[in-house]
C-alpha cells in the first residue's frame, strides 16, 4: 500500500507529514525504554526482515496482489515504539533509493503503513493476550488476529485521508469499500506471515518477543470444593521452557533469512498490482499518480540498472536493500541506547560508583 505521490493533496500531504515527524520523535522517547543491548540488533533485523518480506507480493484475487506491511511483526517483536522507528526506516529507504512510495507521500505512507498499523496491532495482540490463557499457541493466535485486523484498518486510514484530501472527485464510498474489502484478503496473507515468524521466535527465543515479556507461564488450576482455583505461586507447573539458542546465532540465522527472501524467493512473487493499485485503476485514480523523484535511482523499482539479467539485478537490490536497512536501523537503535544509557548515568549515579570503589 506505498502511496505514490499525486493521490493526496498537498496540504493534507503536509499535514501528514507533521503527525508522521510527530509520531517518530514520540517513539524515539518511547523506544529508549524497550531497547537493551540485546534489543537493539534485534531492532536493526526486524526492519531488514520486513524489507525483505515487503519484496514478496502474493496473489490474493485474480490481478491483485497484497505484500506484508510488517506493523504487527514489529511491535509484537519489539514493542510499539520501536515499530514506528522499524518501518519509518524502511519506507524511507524504500522511497529514496528504491522509487517505492511518494516522496511527498512520505508522511502519509508512514502514518497509514508505519503508525496506524503498529498501533491497532498491538492494541489487540494485547487485548487478546490478556484474554486467552499465556501460552504460546494463544500468543501466535494472538499475533495472526492482530496482523489481520491492522491492514484493512490501514485501507481504512488512506480512505479518510483521501476523501480529507483526494485529488479526484471520486464518491468515498466506493474507494472504502474497495479499499477495505480487498485488504481484509491481504490481512489474511499478513497474518499467516505474522503468526509463521512469531511462533518461529517464540520456539526459539521467547525471551526476545516484546508483546509476551512476563514469561507464558499458564497456572496450574485446582478444584477445591466443585471449583477450579489458580494453584499456590509455590506449585504452579510453568510451560516448559523453549531452548534458547545464542543470541548472536539467532540473528545470524534471521539476516540470512532475510537475504535469501530478499535476494532469491523476491524473483518468484507475483507481479500483479497490489490492492491500493488495483483499486485506484478500478475507480479511476491512478491517472493521478506522477512521476517519482527519484526515478533515476539506480535501484529503482528494485532492480539494479546497469544489471541486464532479471534474476540477477532484482536479487542484488533486494541484498543490497537488506544491508542498507539493517546497517541504518542497528545504528539508529545503538544511538538510542547509548544516548538512554547515557542519560541515567548521572553525576549522581557515578559519585557513588567512586564512593563504592
Known amino acids: 500500500m506505498h502511496v505514490p505521490d499525486g493521490f493526496i493533496d498537498a496540504p493534507v500531504s503536509v499535514a501528514a507529514g507533521a503527525f508522521a515527524v510527530g509520531a517518530v520523535a514520540v517513539s524515539l522517547r518511547g523506544a529508549r525504554r524497550?531497547?537493551?543491548?540485546?534489543?537493539?540488533?534485534?531492532?536493526?533485523?526486524?526492519?531488514?526482515?520486513?524489507?525483505?518480506?515487503?519484496?514478496?507480493?502474493?496473489p490474493v484475487a485474480a490481478g491483485t496482489s497484497g505484500h506484508l506491511m510488517g506493523g504487527a511483526l514489529a511491535a509484537i517483536l519489539v514493542g510499539p515504539w520501536t515499530a514506528v522507528l522499524c518501518l519509518s526506516v524502511v519506507l524511507l529507504l524504500q522511497g529514496i533509493f528504491f522509487a517505492d512510495g511518494g516522496l511527498t507521500a512520505l508522511g502519509v505512507n508512514i502514518t497509514v503503513m508505519g503508525v496506524v498499523t503498529v498501533v491497532v496491532a498491538y492494541g489487540v495482540f494485547r487485548l487478546l493476550t490478556g484474554l486467552l490463557p499465556r501460552t504460546r499457541r494463544s500468543a501466535t493466535a494472538s499475533a495472526f488476529a492482530a496482523a489481520l485486523v491492522s491492514v484493512p484498518a490501514a485501507a481504512a486510514a488512506f480512505t479518510l485521508l483521501y476523501w480529507t484530501g483526494g485529488t479526484t472527485d471520486i464518491p468515498i464510498g466506493k474507494?472504502?469499500?474497495?479499499?477495505?474489502?480487498?485488504?481484509?484478503?491481504?490481512?489474511?496473507?499478513?497474518?499467516?506471515?505474522?503468526?509463521?515468524?512469531?511462533?518461529?521466535v517464540l520456539a526459539v527465543r521467547?525471551?526476545?518477543?516484546?508483546?509476551?515479556?512476563?514469561?507464558?507461564?499458564a497456572p496450574l488450576k485446582l478444584r477445591v470444593d466443585g471449583e477450579l482455583v489458580d494453584a499456590p505461586a509455590a506449585t504452579r507447573d510453568p510451560e516448559p521452557a523453549a531452548p534458547h539458542r545464542?543470541?548472536?546465532?539467532?540473528?545470524?540465522?534471521?539476516?540470512?533469512?532475510?537475504?535469501?527472501?530478499?535476494?532469491?524467493?523476491?524473483?518468484?512473487?507475483?507481479?500483479?498490482?497490489?490492492?491500493?493499485?488495483?483499486?485506484?485503476?478500478?475507480?479511476?485514480?491512478?491517472?493521478?499518480?506522477?512521476?517519482?523523484?527519484?526515478?533515476?535511482?539506480?535501484?529503482?523499482?528494485?532492480?539494479?540498472g546497469d544489471i541486464a539479467n532479471a534474476r540477477l539485478s532484482g536479487g542484488l537490490a533486494g541484498v543490497i536493500g537488506v544491508s542498507a536497512t539493517v546497517v541504518v536501523g542497528t545504528g539508529v537503535f545503538w544511538v538510542i541506547r547509548r544516548r538512554e544509557g547515557e542519560r541515567n548515568d548521572t553525576p549522581r549515579d557515578r559519585s557513588r560508583d567512586n564512593e563504592s570503589v
Not at 474507494?175 to 518461529?200: D, N, P, R, S
Not at 521467547?206 to 507461564?217: E, S
Request: glycine share 14%.
Open 206 to 217: 521467547p525471551d526476545l518477543v516484546h508483546g509476551v515479556r512476563g514469561g507464558l507461564a
Open 246 to 304: 545464542s543470541a548472536r546465532g539467532f540473528l545470524v540465522t534471521g539476516l540470512v533469512s532475510a537475504f535469501l527472501l530478499a535476494g532469491f524467493v523476491s524473483f518468484y512473487a507475483s507481479a500483479d498490482p497490489d490492492g491500493l493499485e488495483r483499486v485506484a485503476a478500478d475507480q479511476g485514480f491512478d491517472e493521478k499518480a506522477e512521476e517519482h523523484g527519484a526515478a533515476d535511482s539506480p535501484l529503482a523499482d528494485y532492480g539494479v
Open 34 to 58: 524497550e531497547l537493551n543491548e540485546r534489543t537493539a540488533p534485534l531492532a536493526g533485523l526486524v526492519a531488514a526482515f520486513v524489507f525483505a518480506v515487503q519484496m514478496l507480493n502474493f
Open 175 to 200: 474507494v472504502f469499500t474497495a479499499m477495505v474489502g480487498v485488504h481484509v484478503l491481504i490481512g489474511i496473507g499478513e497474518g499467516v506471515i505474522t503468526a509463521l515468524t512469531v511462533g518461529a
